[in-house]
């Protein structure tokens, strides 16, 4: 579709678009949309399983891994934000969920008074443990069994390479965990 899309009720002082938008082409308009429609459904059955499972979203089973994987299962906030891919406002929320349910605790940085660890409790640790096999069956059955070796390999070619597309190195990078 090479035309601006179009809303049922009119943008107020409504702006043409710049005469030179590079609008998607019919089949960038299919690999689009089929992007969006195919990670929104995952991101649902994640969630919906982890909600069953554990009584948690997909987002707080990430950071309770991330932590996992860190030394001694701890993490400065600022580097389990970044690793997670959220805010900082939208971790502070999730840590305090996870602390409500034991599962991790909060321990001040003792070379920075501004500065928390995260630390992965040993019940945050059991949660994952039998939590982990569900998780791993439910990705592999909507993802990896779907999918042959070689699509397994060019679908992680391709994510990284939009990965680092939107992760610049650059100062001043509007990036979530600097919100």
């Not at 992007?35 to 499972?53: C, G, K, N, P």
């Not at 909507?142 to 390479?161: C, N, S």
Request: charged share 25%; hydrophobic share 35%; with cysteine.
């Amino acid at each position: 579709m090479k035309t601006a899309p179009t809303s049922a009720a009119p943008a107020p002082a409504a702006q043409e678009p710049p005469a030179d938008t590079h609008w998607l082409s019919d089949e960038e308009q299919r690999v689009w949309r089929s992007y969006v429609h195919a990670t929104t459904l995952l991101e649902d059955h994640l969630d919906r399983q982890l909600q069953r499972e554990a009584g948690m979203p997909h987002v707080y089973y990430g950071l309770l891994v991330g932590l996992a994987e860190a030394p001694q299962g701890r993490l400065r906030m600022t580097e389990l934000a970044m690793k997670a891919k959220i805010t900082r406002s939208r971790l502070s929320h999730a840590i305090a969920r996870l602390e409500k349910n034991g599962w991790v605790r909060r321990e001040d940085c003792p070379s920075d008074k501004r500065g928390q660890f995260a630390v992965l409790t040993e019940e945050g640790h059991e949660v994952l443990r039998r939590t982990a096999p569900g998780h791993v069956t439910a990705v592999r059955q909507a993802v990896f069994d779907r999918l042959t070796p070689e699509q397994q390999k060019t679908l992680g070619e391709i994510m990284q390479i939009v990965a680092e597309g939107l992760q610049p190195d650059e100062a001043g990078a509007d990036l979530p965990w600097l919100r």
